[in-house]
C-alpha cells in the first residue's frame, strides 16, 4: 500500500511587507470593535469581525492557515477599511495596516493568476500617472454624451448589456476637470497673514468632482489663505494601497512629496477624506527608506483636511462675512475623516456658524 503524498505547507507572510505580528499581537480580544464595524454588524460572523480577521492573519503567519485559502482572501476584502475599530480600540491596535499588509501578500501570491496581472495593470496604468487618468476620464465624459436606448435591443450581446447597465451607474462628468498646472490663487481680502496652502487637486476629486476643488479654492482663498494648485503632483495612493499595490504606493507618495516641497506653501490641503488619510500616512508608508523616511514625516505633519483647516481660522471676523443660508441640514460623515483622521467637531463647527443653518444630527453619521 502506497504511502500517501504529504500534503504541502500552507503558503505564508514573507518578505517586510508582512503584517506586523507585534501589532496583531497587541489585540485582546475583548470585542469592543464589534458594535463598530459594519462587516459585523451585517453578518454577525466573527471571521468578519476586526478581532476574527486579526486572528486570521495570526494563524496565517503561524503556518495554520494556508495564504491564498479561500476564507482568509475573502475575508482580508471583505473589509472595508473604515477604521472605525481603531476608534474605540482600547489597545490602540493599527488595524488598517495590519489588512492593508495582508492584502499586499495575498496580491503577490496571486501575480500568477490572469485576473489579479489584469486588474494590478489597470490599476498601475490609469492610476500611476494622472496625465492617463484624465484621459481615461475625458473618454467616459465623452460617451455619456451619445445617447443609448433606454432600453437594450434583443440582439445586443450579454457584455454590451452590462456595459450600458454600469455606464448608469457612474456619476456624470463635468464639463471641465481640475488640472494641477501650478495654478496661484491670491486672498480674497486683505486680512492678517494666513499659512499658504497647496492644494491636492486629486485624480477622482479633479475629475468627477471637480466643482468641489473649484469650491475648495473659492473659500479657501475667501477666508484669507493664498493657495497654490501644485504641478507634478499624482494620485494620493490610497487605492493602490488598499489593492494591496505598496511599491505604486510608495511612488506616487514619493513624487507627490516632490511636488509639494517645490511649492515652497507651508501646509497642504486635502478636501477628500481617503485622500487626506493616505497622505498623513506617508511617513508610515515610507519609513523603511533612509532617503524618504523624514521628509514623509514632515511632509505628513502639514497635511490637513480643509475643514480642519478653515475650522481652526474660525473667528468672529469669517463669522460676519458669512451669508445666511436658512434651511435644516444634517451631516453624514467620511468614515475616513472620523476614524482615520480623528476629525468630527471640525465640519460641525463650520456648518453650524452659518447664520440660519439648522443642524439635526443623524443616527450613526459614521
Known amino acids: 500500500m502506497s504511502t500517501p503524498a504529504p500534503l504541502p505547507a500552507p503558503r505564508r507572510f514573507t518578505g517586510p511587507d508582512a503584517p506586523d505580528r507585534s501589532e496583531a499581537d497587541r489585540c485582546v480580544r475583548c470585542g469592543l470593535c464589534l458594535p463598530s464595524c459594519p462587516t459585523y454588524r451585517v453578518t454577525l460572523r466573527e471571521t468578519s469581525s476586526p478581532r476574527g480577521r486579526i486572528h486570521l492573519i495570526q494563524a496565517v503567519d503561524e503556518g495554520r492557515l494556508d495564504l491564498l485559502n479561500p476564507g482568509f482572501v475573502a475575508q482580508m476584502h471583505q473589509c472595508l477599511d473604515c477604521r472605525a475599530c481603531e476608534a474605540v480600540c482600547p489597545s490602540g491596535v493599527d488595524y488598517g495596516h495590519l489588512v492593508e499588509a495582508a492584502r499586499t501578500q495575498i ?17 498601475r496604468w490609469v492610476f500611476g500617472d494622472l496625465r492617463r487618468f484624465h484621459r481615461v476620464a475625458g473618454l467616459v465624459r465623452a460617451s455619456q454624451r451619445v445617447t443609448l436606448p433606454a432600453r437594450a435591443p434583443a440582439w445586443w450581446p450579454n457584455w454590451l448589456r452590462n456595459l450600458t447597465q454600469a455606464r448608469t451607474l457612474l456619476p456624470q462628468m463635468p464639463a471641465a476637470f481640475v488640472v494641477a498646472t501650478g495654478q496661484h490663487y491670491g486672498p480674497a481680502w486683505e486680512t492678517a497673514a494666513k499659512p499658504s496652502v497647496a492644494l491636492l487637486a486629486g485624480c477622482v476629486m479633479g475629475t468627477v468632482f471637480a466643482p468641489t476643488d473649484r469650491a475648495t479654492l473659492r473659500v479657501l482663498t475667501a477666508w484669507g489663505h493664498p ?11 490610497a487605492i493602490a494601497t488598499h489593492l494591496g499595490l505598496p511599491d505604486l504606493a510608495r511612488d506616487l507618495a514619493r513624487r507627490n512629496i516632490r511636488a509639494f516641497e517645490a511649492s515652497g506653501a507651508d501646509l497642504i490641503v486635502s478636501n477628500a477624506a481617503g485622500c487626506g488619510a493616505a497622505l498623513k500616512d506617508y511617513g508610515h508608508l515610507l519609513r523603511d527608506e533612509p532617503d524618504w523616511a523624514e521628509r514623509a514625516r514632515r511632509f505628513s505633519a502639514r497635511v490637513r483636511d480643509v475643514t480642519e483647516l478653515l ?4 473667528d468672529e471676523e469669517h463669522r460676519r462675512r458669512l451669508h445666511a443660508v436658512p434651511i435644516s441640514v444634517t451631516y ?8 482615520a483622521q480623528r476629525i468630527s467637531a471640525a465640519p460641525r463647527a463650520l456648518l453650524r456658524a452659518i447664520p440660519g443653518l439648522h443642524m439635526i444630527e443623524m443616527e450613526d453619521p459614521a
Do not use: D
Not at 493657495?227 to 495612493?237: I, K, R
Open 332 to 339: 453624514q460623515e467620511p468614515c475616513h475623516l472620523a476614524h
Open 311 to 314: 475650522a481652526a481660522g474660525l
Open 227 to 237: 493657495v497654490t494648485v501644485p504641478s507634478g503632483q499624482e494620485c494620493c495612493g
Open 107 to 123: 496580491t503577490r501570491a496571486q501575480r500568477g493568476q490572469l485576473a489579479t496581472r489584469a486588474l494590478t495593470a489597470l490599476v
